[in-house]
């Protein structure tokens, strides 16, 4: 069994789609198969209101990079719109649980090595 992150019912390890997998173990994603499918219904009416993308040399609303693509960010909880992030920004956000509390993590983690930085 495993808990949906975003409608938090407990549910079947099959009703989680696959994200990897190796030797001894599948690592499956953390929302369930109904929920995603919300998200990409709801993500592409967004895309259709706000476009998919910006032209290249828009700023990055999160680190104000201008050479790279820019997609659609917005809060897979609420539903949110954000603004548009660029690949880095939209994967490490991410990746550090589309939270604060998970930036501020990183943030104290790298503030331990504050001084290493000379």
Excluded: W
């Amino acid at each position: 069994m495993k808990k949906c992150i975003r409608c938090n019912l407990e549910k079947e390890e099959d009703c989680f789609e696959i994200s990897s997998t190796t030797k001894t173990k599948t690592y499956r994603k953390r929302v369930c198969y109904s929920c995603r499918k919300e998200i990409r219904k709801f993500e592409k009416e967004l895309q259709k209101i706000h476009g998919k993308t910006r032209p290249l040399g828009t700023p990055c609303d999160c680190c104000g990079r201008t050479d790279a693509p820019l997609s659609l960010d917005h809060c897979h909880i609420t539903g949110k719109l954000r603004g548009y992030l660029c690949q880095t920004c939209n994967v490490s956000i991410g990746g550090l649980g589309d939270t604060l509390t998970g930036v501020r993590m990183a943030e104290s983690y790298l503030l331990k090595f504050e001084n290493d930085i000379t």
